[in-house]
Structures are given as C-alpha cells and as structure tokens.
Nanobody, 116 residues
Framework: QVQLVESGGGLVQPGGSLRLSCAAS????????MSWYRQAPGKERELVAR????????NYADSVKGRFTISRDNAQNLVYLQMNSLKPEDTAVYYC?????????WGQGTQVTVSS
C-alpha cells in the first residue's frame, strides 16, 4: 500500500532553516508528481510546493517563493523541502502528498514551529 512518512520538523527560530523529508513506498515513485502542503491551526490546508515526476518542473506558493526549495531523489524514493529564512507564519503541520492510482494520499505530517 502507498505510504508517505515525513520527518525533519521541529522548533526553529525566525530566520532559521529546516529540511523536511518524505519517504515514499508502495507505488512507482518516479512516475508521480509529489507535493508538500501545510496546515496551520484554524486554517485550511494549503499547497506549499510541487515537483514533477523527474523534477523538471516545480511550483511554489507565493508566500514561500525564494525561501523554500522542493527536490526529489527518485533512486531513494525521497522528496525534500528545504526551508530557509523561516518566519513565524510558516508554523504549521507539513504534509507530503501524491496521487497514484487515482487517489489522494497523505503522510501523517510533521510539525514545524517557528518561534523565538
């Protein structure tokens, strides 16, 4: 079955950096777009970044452009989100997402807290 397992979240000061990882299994990883979403308390889940199957195309939310970078390693079935210049408003649970077999799959999420 499809599994997505996020890691790398934590507490960081404003201006700091974190790298999130998502380990994927149960499908042909290199065939599918991968995405990172986030959900802050009291807010709807929103798309943060997306990367095409072989990494040639990426898309970012306006709020993270220039600060976050999505990448993938198709040999290791991993997708990453490098987050730099973090702001308190980046505080959220971050989720990995993909949609093989016509269904939407989510990981369990990893908490990112940006606070001094």
């Amino acid at each position: 079955q499809v599994q997505l397992v996020e890691s790398g979240g934590g507490l960081v000061q404003p201006g700091g950096s974190l790298r999130l990882s998502c380990a994927a299994s149960g499908f042909t990883f290199s065939s599918y777009t991968m995405s990172w979403y986030r959900q802050a308390p009291g807010k709807e889940r929103e798309l943060v970044a997306r990367i095409s199957s072989f990494g040639g195309r990426t898309n970012y939310a306006d709020s993270v452009k220039g600060r976050f970078t999505i990448s993938r390693d198709n040999a290791q079935n991993l997708v990453y989100l490098q987050m730099n210049s973090l702001k308190p408003e980046d505080t959220a649970v971050y989720y990995c997402n993909t949609n093989p077999f016509g269904k939407n799959y989510w990981g369990q999420g990893t908490q990112v807290t940006v606070s001094s």
